[in-house]
């Protein structure tokens, strides 16, 4: 039975929903995409006219899974302060797990906890978070 689907977040665009019950510590999926070098995925997101809006996730080994490219629809979990779900890496791929119970048609979130440069920090209004929890700390970025 299928575990999840992809559809409109009030979040924001699109989202992953909990198709059923989802028991804390549950592998739900791999986030699947094109593995390549960060300077390859830089290349190809900065030929884009929405060059923030990436579906690139890193790997400790300095190089990135691309979900734009090969992806799943893993590459549509929106980011909460307050996650529901985390990502762990295993020999170089990364699955989503969830952190706590999810109950059927909740969506899914991790913690993107961005780090980018201290220039692209100056324009902090791309990367702003709109989950909505009492404690949002108002970004996607990593804590400093």
């Known amino acids: ?48 006219a929405d060059a923030a809006h990436t579906f690139l996730f890193g790997l400790s080994d300095g190089r990135v899974i691309d979900g734009g490219r090969g992806g799943n629809g893993a590459r549509w979990l929106n980011h909460a302060c307050k996650a529901n779900c985390e990502a762990i890496e295993q020999a170089g791929r990364v699955y ?35 989950c909505g929890a009492r404690r949002c700390r108002g970004t996607m970025l990593a804590p400093i």
């Open 1 to 48: 039975m299928k575990r999840v689907s992809v559809r409109h977040s009030p979040v924001h665009g699109k989202g992953v929903f909990a198709l059923r019950a989802l028991a804390a510590g549950e592998r739900i999926f791999e986030y699947k995409g094109l593995i390549t070098t960060w300077r390859e995925a830089t290349r190809t997101y900065a030929r884009r």
């Open 96 to 130: 989503i797990n969830a952190l706590r119970d999810i109950r059927p048609g909740e969506e899914l979130f991790i913690d993107y906890a961005l780090e980018v440069s201290a220039k692209a920090r100056d324009s902090a209004s791309e990367y702003a978070c709109r």
